[in-house]
Nanobody
């Protein structure tokens, strides 16, 4: 499956953005999809996962209650709604996918830059 991430941009502290990850090539209803982020000079961190059975998981404590991952299987799209953004959320955000047979993330989007100004 091929992934295309979009929706990044420049926003002020406290603002909101919605990232989209559109899949093509095959339906991804059977895939888990995740959002990662990588700040400049830091490692890539797993932020949130939407499993193939629709369970949402958040892996960074600082985003809990502010970020929401959701999916629309009919549109082959996963979203990351980000509210109350903080400067420390500034990063390149990537989406990734894996099917139920894989233990690693096998498909990656190209990344979208999110910049939060103070």
């Amino acid at each position: 499956v091929q992934l295309q991430a979009s929706g990044g941009g420049l926003v002020q502290r406290g603002g909101s953005l919605r990232l989209s990850c559109a899949a093509s090539g095959r339906t991804f209803s059977g895939y888990s999809v995740a959002w990662f982020r990588q700040a400049l000079g830091k490692e890539r961190d797993l932020v949130a996962t939407s499993t193939s059975i629709g369970v949402s998981l958040y892996h960074v404590n600082s985003v809990k209650g502010r970020f929401t991952i959701s999916r629309d299987n009919a549109k082959n799209t996963v979203y990351l709604q980000m509210n109350s953004l903080k400067p420390e959320d500034t990063a390149v955000y990537y989406c990734a996918a894996r099917d139920f047979t894989s233990s690693s993330w096998t498909s990656w989007g190209q990344g979208t830059q999110v910049t939060v100004s103070s």
